[in-house]
């Protein structure tokens, strides 16, 4: 069965940094691009960040870009994003999802169900 | 970046009824190279993760019920519930994969009149 879990979210202030984890399971994590995607409280979703099975290719979203970085261990099946510089804005739960199709498009078929990011004084 | 925009914002149905969501992109999503529309769709419930609905603007993902249906190309498109069920009240977003920053709408609740 596939599976995916984020973690590390939590309360972080103004400024501050934190690093978001996800596992994956039950496919072959390296074959597969995936992507950060995060819900603001009352918000819909925006596409955060997206990076390449082989972790070479990376893309971001404008309101991340230089503070957010999208990177992955295939050894491990871990999905990671360091969050830098982080704002009142950035408050959200983050989902971690994979591409549905060996190679990417950029759509997800299988999603975690999130991390929560506050970020307040 | 492609802008999409969602319509309408919110949408109730009667149960067995048909609805319809629209979405529009800011550029077109169609491909000249293989002639595809990079469009998805996903429904949204509260404390769960989105569901992957339809890809290609039309194709259905597996184990997704055949009342969901997908129409358009270029830059308008339509998510459609042809008889809705209890269980599809949810946000349903439309998705742009065609360039970087994949971007989605801003999402259209729906709920039964």
């Known amino acids: 069965e596939v599976q995916i879990l984020e973690s590390g979210g939590g309360l972080v202030q103004p400024g501050g940094s934190l690093r978001l984890s996800c596992a994956a399971s039950?496919?072959?994590?390296?074959?597969?691009?995936m992507t950060w995607v995060r819900q603001a409280p009352g918000k819909g979703l925006e596409w955060v960040s997206h990076i390449s099975g082989p972790g070479g290719t990376t893309h971001y979203a404008g309101a991340v870009k230089g503070r957010f970085t999208i990177s992955r261990d295939n050894s491990k099946n871990t999905l990671f994003l360091q969050m830098n510089s982080l704002r009142a804005e950035d408050t959200a739960v983050y989902f971690c999802?994979?591409?549905?199709?060996?190679?990417?498009?950029?759509?997800?078929?299988?999603w975690g169900k999130g991390t929560t990011v506050t970020v307040s004084s | 970046d492609i802008l999409m925009t969602q319509s309408p914002d919110s949408l109730a149905v009667s149960l067995g009824e048909r609805a319809s969501i629209n979405c529009k992109s800011s550029q077109s999503v169609l491909s000249s190279s293989n002639n595809k529309n990079y469009l998805a769709w996903y429904q949204h419930k509260p404390g769960q993760p989105p569901n992957l609905l339809l890809y290609w603007a039309s194709t259905r993902e597996s184990g997704v019920p055949d009342r969901f249906s997908g129409s358009g190309s270029g830059t308008d498109f339509t998510l459609t519930i042809s008889s809705l069920q209890a269980e599809d009240v949810a946000v349903y977003y439309c998705q742009q994969y065609f360039s970087t920053p994949y971007t989605f709408g801003q999402g259209t609740t729906l709920e039964i009149k």
């Open positions: 999802a994979k591409d549905r199709i060996v190679g990417g498009y950029g759509y997800m078929d299988v």
């Open positions: 039950g496919f072959s994590f390296s074959s597969y691009a």
